[in-house]
């Protein structure tokens, strides 16, 4: 498949994750991602690998857990409220070092909440799901054609460092179709082998084990030491954003996911009227871009985050910006978008009251 | 009842709405009724019901889903499709949902159809996945006829990269449904395209120029 051709978001996970290697998909249907079952489902059979759909999204993740465990590189999917149901499967793997890839194609919430598009998971995504001191790398796709090489990467980063990587969508991502090229790219990233999976000793090896239970304090909290140290390494290096015409922008606005991409019209009409705005965009929700955010304002008055949610990631820009400038918000939230003049209006509203 | 059905089936996302939207409209101009059937089941979101009040103020009955569009968009037909087995003189386009999952729903209505003058388009876009060479069509075509109990009688080539597409890309898919066309024995009916280009004799005698109604980027 060298040409271009027509997908949406939620195939193009779909087709990446095949492409990376994923031979092993379990899940459970729920608006708006389902079309990553759906297309699963036709396409696993044909190439030798396995899509089971499982009686709930609780099963779904545990099985991740036991294909991860066994050195399959594995994937499963959901919307929302679908992931509060696997955050103890999340927490788990966390727990015992297991890479696998978890999508969520977020909708609006709490609850049942809507199946409309919404960034109301970004608490959940970096800061919580399941219990404990872990974390999970956190990427955050704003095209179908970014999706296709972050979900390659995806599957890297979890094997590299054996653990869950999530991306992170929302339905209007997930839905959207545009055109892309499926090409299989070489990421340069060395993926060591698992000899940490239960593959079978043959009796040739100790045999290996995957746990998370330590009962000793001074054992976990040695392991848990351990595991820090691994996601300070990937502070170090696995952060990732755009910066768009923030050099000498009076005015940034920072958004990730689809809503960058109708941030990037505001700035873009912005400037129509003179006035200097920016975007900076993170495409790593965690590790958190942290350095962009003093690097690209520095001739900047002020910096708006703008999110389909009540203002979660506006508290990390906050954080990385360290009251150097006023940080403002515009939301949308129940499944509602934000359109560009909205955006451009309250652009205009700060602005003007700062004079 | 000698009203003319029109059903339009295919792979989600192959442009079986934009087409069904456009065929109603294009059907408006020697029908006095014309009916636009959403018999989408399977996705809530983009549906012949978003084009409601465009089809609407043109003349054009709508019958979708009760719940259409709303939070409790659940997987039910709605009760008044049985109204287009009552009407006379009427053109009624049925817009299904995709795939032979979407196509179940149609199975419910065989007894009605049965007697009616029906005609069953596929529609194919070459360049969606899953939908690319002539063996997946035609399983896809055998996947659709399993499940909604009816053959399909035409094919509609509709070809397409969104914003990007090219004459060259409508040409080649022609190429491609042709050659199901000639294996299964089905015409074509309709060579769609949503720009204006010199295409080929062979394209241009089948063309249907649409104008994209649901998406406009």
């Not at chain 1, 390494?233 to 958004?255: C, G, N, P, R």
């Not at chain 2, 069953?120 to 109990?149: D, W, Y």
Request: hydrophobic share 40%; aromatic share 8%.
């Amino acid at each position: 498949m060298a040409e271009k051709v027509l997908v949406k978001g939620n195939e193009a996970i779909a087709e990446a994750a095949i492409m990376a290697g994923c031979r092993y998909f379990f899940g459970y249907p729920i608006t708006p991602q389902t079309e990553i079952s759906a297309y699963m489902a036709k396409r696993m059979p044909k190439i030798g690998g396995v899509f089971l759909q499982a009686e709930s999204e609780v099963s779904a993740a545990n099985m991740v857990y036991g294909a991860a465990g066994a050195g399959a590189r594995v994937m499963t999917s959901s919307s929302s409220p679908g992931i509060s149901l696997k955050a103890e499967a999340l927490s788990y793997m966390a727990g015992a070092d297991l890479p696998c890839v978890v999508i969520n194609i977020v909708r609006a919430g709490p609850g049942l909440g809507g199946i409309q598009p919404s960034q109301c998971d970004y608490f959940q995504a970096t800061k919580g799901h399941g219990h404990g001191d872990y974390r999970v790398i956190v990427l955050a796709p704003s095209s179908v054609h970014e999706i296709v090489d972050m979900t390659a990467d995806a599957f890297d980063m979890a094997d590299i460092y054996r653990m869950p990587v999530m991306i992170l969508g929302d339905g209007m991502l997930g839905q959207m179709m545009e055109p892309v090229v499926f090409e299989k790219k070489e990421s340069g990233r060395c993926v060591p082998e698992k000899t940490w999976a239960t593959t079978g000793t043959e009796m040739k090896r100790e045999h290996n084990v995957i746990n998370s239970l330590y009962i000793e304090p001074n054992v976990l909290e040695k392991i848990v030491l351990e595991r820090y140290e691994k996601y300070a390494q990937i502070e170090a290096t696995e952060k990732k954003y755009e910066a768009y015409k923030t050099d000498d922008a009076e005015f940034v606005l920072t958004a990730y996911g689809s809503v960058a991409r109708i941030c990037k019209n505001a700035v873009d009409e912005l400037r129509a009227q003179g006035i200097k705005a920016g975007l900076i965009r993170p495409i790593t929700l965690w590790p958190f871009p942290s350095e962009a955010y003093l690097e690209h304002t520095k001739n900047a008055k002020g910096i708006m985050s703008v999110e389909m949610s009540m203002g979660q990631m506006i508290e990390d820009v906050k954080l990385a910006v360290n009251g150097t400038i006023p940080v403002y918000f515009y939301g949308r939230t129940g499944g509602n978008i934000p359109y560009p003049n909205e955006i451009i209006d309250e652009v205009k509203k700060i602005i003007g009251g700062d004079k | 009842m000698n009203s003319k059905i029109y059903i339009t089936v295919g792979h989600y996302g192959s442009g079986k709405t934009e087409y069904s939207v456009n065929y109603a409209l294009h059907l408006k101009k020697t029908y006095d009724k014309v009916f636009l059937v959403d018999l989408d089941i399977v996705n809530p979101y983009f549906r012949s019901n978003d084009a409601r009040s465009l089809l609407e103020s043109s003349g054009i009955t709508v019958i979708a889903p009760d719940y259409a569009g709303t939070n409790v968009d659940i997987p039910a037909l709605p009760p008044d499709v049985m109204r287009i087995f009552n009407v006379d003189d009427a053109a009624i386009v049925i817009d299904v949902g995709g795939d032979d999952d979407g196509a179940i729903a149609l199975g419910r209505y065989k007894r009605f159809f049965d007697d009616a003058d029906v005609s069953v388009s596929l529609v194919v876009n070459t360049r969606r996945p899953l939908s690319g060479t002539i063996e997946e069509i035609i399983e896809m075509k055998e996947n659709i006829e399993l499940s909604s109990r009816l053959s399909v009688t035409d094919l509609i080539a509709d070809t397409n990269i969104s914003d990007e597409t090219t004459k060259e890309i409508i040409e080649e898919g022609y190429k491609i449904v042709k050659e199901v066309s000639k294996h299964l024995n089905i015409p074509i009916k309709y060579v769609v395209s949503a720009i204006d280009e010199n295409f080929s004799e062979e394209v241009n005698n089948k063309l249907f120029k649409i104008e994209r109604k649901l998406l406009k980027i």
